[in-house]
């Protein structure tokens, strides 16, 4: 019932607009850059169902031990997306300000995490002594929200996954699978029409 509800406020956008959008995206932007923003948005997207169902195992319960979670395991991920793109700017493969934009967005999401994790610091032994504690546990929870993932998401899709109190993450990963879903048909797009010039070379 959630999931309902936020669809309509998270999907407002016509095919016009939508086509449009993928035609600007795609003139602007090589496919590496793509294939780049399309982890960082996967970061969000793939970690949230299964960060929720095991924040759901125990207690305590509640919107900030599931923003929490969320957060925490997102930014693990980011961390690795902003190491592979400091790879890949070494090599020459990506633009600086790829790997510099999903660092950013890496420090935004932990402190964030971090942050919500204060109002239920201390609950039932639950909570980081410190953020050096916090970001090393986001990567044990990554681990284990990508193994519920599969689980998870039906559940997710369902609206089965989530509380009342769930309301503005349910709205916000909604989002994030939007771009995702955008970033990959654009990345498709761009992909083919590379290989569709290769074959055929302009005279």
Known sequence: MVLKVELSIVLPLGRAS????FDEADSNMGSKPLL?????????TL???GAIAFA???APYGFYRDLTE??????????????????????KGLGLIHPLGAGILATVTILLGYWAEGFIRGEMGYGSSNILVFIIGGFFGLILALMLLPMAIPYALMGELYYPYDRPLVAAWLVSLAVSVVLLVIYVKTRKRKIKGRDNPAP
Do not use: E
């Open 47 to 49: 970690t949230q169902p």
């Open 18 to 21: 939508i086509a449009k959008m």
């Open 36 to 44: 780049y923003w399309l982890l960082v948005s996967l970061a969000f």
């Open 56 to 58: 759901n195992w125990d």
């Open 70 to 91: 969320w957060m925490s395991c997102a930014g693990a991920f980011l961390i690795m997306v902003t190491a592979y793109g400091v790879i890949q700017w070494k090599r």
